[in-house]
């Protein structure tokens, strides 16, 4: 899923709770629950895997962190939470799962070095998150088309925008 997506799931979710560490994990939690839909982006990530669509899949992701960055200023500067702490603490345990996957493809773990086995251990649990239901609905299927997947996220970022702002 879009970071964006992620972002906006957490901090719904930091605002649901009045406690910072619920918060944070309420946030962590809500990735992996948010990535089972599945959203398109499979092709993206096994393109820059593959060396083959590194370009577009960096311009993909790098777009959306900025919109992710927008969106979150945004929040803060529309919003007036009950607890702003917990709505950061929600945000940050939302897109937390994706940046230690962006670490751990950065960092390359090949070697025997526990941090780095650990890294690609939480990578894989991440990824598989991804094919939960589409392999229960579509056999031998990975992931919708990159265009549904599009929508998809759009309508899902449009309706969380109605529930924030
Ligand atoms: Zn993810």
Request: hydrophobic share 50%; proline share 3%; net charge positive.
């Amino acid at each position: 899923m879009f970071l964006a997506v992620h972002a906006a799931v957490g901090a719904v979710a930091g605002n649901a709770v009045n406690n910072p560490l619920a918060a944070f994990t309420l946030g962590f939690i809500s990735h992996f629950f948010t990535d089972m839909v599945p959203h398109g982006d499979e092709g993206m990530y096994q393109g820059y895997k593959s060396g083959s669509k590194v370009v577009r899949a960096l311009l993909y992701v790098g777009m959306d962190a900025l919109a992710t960055v927008v969106l979150i200023v945004l929040i803060f500067l529309k919003q007036d939470f009950f607890s702003t702490a917990n709505v950061a603490l929600g945000i940050i345990g939302g897109v937390l799962p994706d940046l230690l996957v962006g670490i751990a493809e950065v960092m390359k773990p090949k070697g025997r070095r526990w941090l780095y086995r650990k890294f690609d251990d939480f990578r894989c649990f991440h990824m598989r998150n991804h094919h939960f239901f589409i392999g229960h609905f579509r056999r031998g299927q990975k992931d919708i088309p990159l265009k549904y997947g599009l929508m998809l996220q759009a309508t899902a970022l449009a309706i969380l925008m109605k529930v924030i702002f």
